[in-house]
């Protein structure tokens, strides 16, 4: 079973400011071999991304970006999670080649395929994918891993398209690469996910976030507690 490390915080400025920080460390390693950090998208992690930003840290020399999914939407979207992150791209000054995006430009099975063609050149170049950041849906999904078919068409793939419940579409990593990143980490804020977050504590082998990170040793989940929430064990 995963082993999984829970820590709660008492506001939202504090998981900000907790979040903020392990990115800075995790964009500014020293260490020679070639790193790469994933970004989620939704509201929750965006805070975090604007202090980085305002941080402006000095990246590391082999540092790579990408991402856990994103809309298949234009990459100048609102709706895209690589438009999101852009001031914290801008601010990390990277190479174009060492950000992974979707490109949504390409059809959506094309963007799939290509996805998944980089994450699997990066990874066999042996660049280590340290800190993913994963977020929880209300309905138990993370990344855009939404039901069982969304997982088993992703046996045997690093990213996959998906047809989303609120009728976007989409391109997912998937079970196989997460079992790749070395530090996953949950971020969970806001109301509404209540049951969500006592499936994802009690590990509920139905829950798709659980199974999507089933193949990892240890995941990371951060939580703020709000005060309805103060029965967490």
Request: with cysteine; aromatic share 6%; proline share 6%.
């Amino acid at each position: 079973m995963t082993t999984l490390r829970t820590r709660r915080f008492a506001s939202r400025p504090e998981l900000d400011t907790a979040l903020a920080q392990r990115l800075a460390e995790a964009v500014s390693f020293r260490d020679t071999a070639a790193t790469a950090i994933m970004l989620s998208g939704g509201s929750t992690p965006l805070p975090a991304y604007r202090e980085l930003a305002r941080r402006a840290p000095k990246p590391g020399k082999q540092l790579h970006v990408l991402y856990s999914d994103d809309r298949y939407v234009p990459a100048s979207s609102e709706a895209s999670n690589y438009h999101q992150s852009r001031p914290l791209l801008d601010a990390l000054a990277l190479p174009e080649a060492s950000v992974l995006r979707v490109r949504t430009e390409l059809s959506l099975e094309q963007a799939a395929e290509d996805y998944e063609r980089r994450l699997a050149e990066l990874l066999h170049s042996g660049v280590r994918v340290g800190v993913g950041l994963l977020g929880l849906g209300s309905d138990g999904h993370t990344a855009s891993l939404f039901s069982t078919a969304d997982l088993e068409r992703a046996r045997g793939h690093l990213a996959i398209a998906v047809h989303r419940p609120d009728g976007m579409a989409a391109v997912s990593v998937t079970p196989e690469f997460l079992a790749h990143v070395t530090e996953p980490l949950f971020v969970v804020a806001g109301g509404g996910k209540y049951d969500a977050i006592q499936g994802l504590l009690r590990q509920d082998p139905n829950l798709i976030a659980v199974r999507a990170v089933q193949g990892c040793p240890s995941v990371e989940f951060w939580v703020e507690q709000a005060a309805e929430w103060s029965v967490y064990a």
